[in-house]
């Protein structure tokens, strides 16, 4: 048996009232460092039609994600003689759509500057425990981070990020010269405003990919992914991209979970001769 942990984050303030706002009648400065720690965990998801709505969205991913990794580091580091070379063995992070891509620059910093693991060491480790899930078959829906933004608010992320995408595009200019393939991989997009492209990132940091039904994951391969998927394949890595069905049937369900109750079913959709499709 395999029991796994929920975790509820909540974000709080270092300090939770500030008596000397308050005494100076700044009633709402006084309780602002709360309010502003209590939207990141409040409602999720904000309006990004606007800068600040995307800012908090990003704050809140990082929130969120920090949060997971450094507990999950945490109780790792916790087993007697613990090994690195391990942790892929023990650990295994899904990122649900692009939301949480942000999860492979922060284990890579998690990795390097807080355990003090070497760079090689550390994204070797991060592509074996991170895996992504795409639901998302429109390119353009994919999510992008204005690179002034995160600049600004995760400058040492930004770094890890560049040092990724500068390894990632000598690889493939050494393999494809000038070819156009290589600025569509870069998990940098150039232009007017410079952009990160977080499902280029998710997919380069990444164990495996998949989509969410057979349709789904060959649009992803020819689609929205086609130049990846043409990388996979060349390195010999075609099974990278895999389809993993969203859901299970209700049958099946039954019968792998009530077995006696299976048996009671009508013949209509009861089992004869196997689990059903």
């Known amino acids: 048996y395999n029991t796994s942990n929920l975790r509820l984050w909540r974000a ?7 008596l000397d706002a308050y005494s100076a009648a700044n009633f709402s400065e006084a309780v602002e460092q709360r309010r502003r720690a209590e939207d990141l965990s409040a409602v999720l998801y904000p309006n990004d039609a606007t800068y600040h709505g995307r800012e908090l969205r990003l704050r809140q991913q990082y929130f969120f994600v920090s949060a997971s990794l450094q507990d999950l580091l945490r109780e790792f580091v916790k087993r007697p003689n613990y090994k690195w070379s391990e942790l892929p063995e023990k650990v295994a992070v899904q990122m649900n759509d ?30 074996q425990c991170l895996n992504y899930t795409n639901h998302t078959v429109m390119p ?21 990020i560049e040092e990724i995408n500068r390894r990632w595009v000598n690889e493939l200019t050494q393999k494809y010269g000038n070819s156009p393939l290589v600025q569509t991989l ?51 890595q075609p099974n990278k991209i895999v389809n993993m069905t969203n859901g ?11 077995p006696e109750l299976s048996a009671t079913s009508p013949s209509t959709w009861a089992l004869r001769g196997g689990l059903p499709t």
């Not at 709080?12 to 500030?18: G, H, I």
């Not at 299970?248 to 009530?258: D, E, F, L, S």
Request: proline content about 5%; hydrophobic content about 40%; charged content about 30%.
């Open 186 to 236: 870069s998990i940098l997009e150039e232009g007017e405003e410079r952009k990160i492209r977080m499902g280029n990132l998710a997919i380069m940091g990444s164990y495996k990919v998949n989509g969410v039904a057979a349709l789904h994951t060959e649009i992803i391969k020819k689609e929205t992914f086609p130049e990846f998927y043409k990388v996979c394949c060349d390195n010999g």
């Open 12 to 18: 709080c303030p270092s300090k939770e009232f500030d």
């Open 98 to 127: 692009t939301h949480p891509t942000i999860a492979v620059a922060e284990l890579m910093r998690l990795l390097v500057d807080v355990q003090g693991v070497n760079w090689d060491e550390a994204w070797d480790l991060t592509r």
């Open 248 to 258: 299970v049937t209700p049958r099946r369900w039954i019968h792998c979970a009530n």
């Open 140 to 160: 353009e829906a994919l999510e992008k981070w204005p690179v002034e933004m995160m600049q600004r608010i995760l400058p040492r992320h930004l770094q890890i």
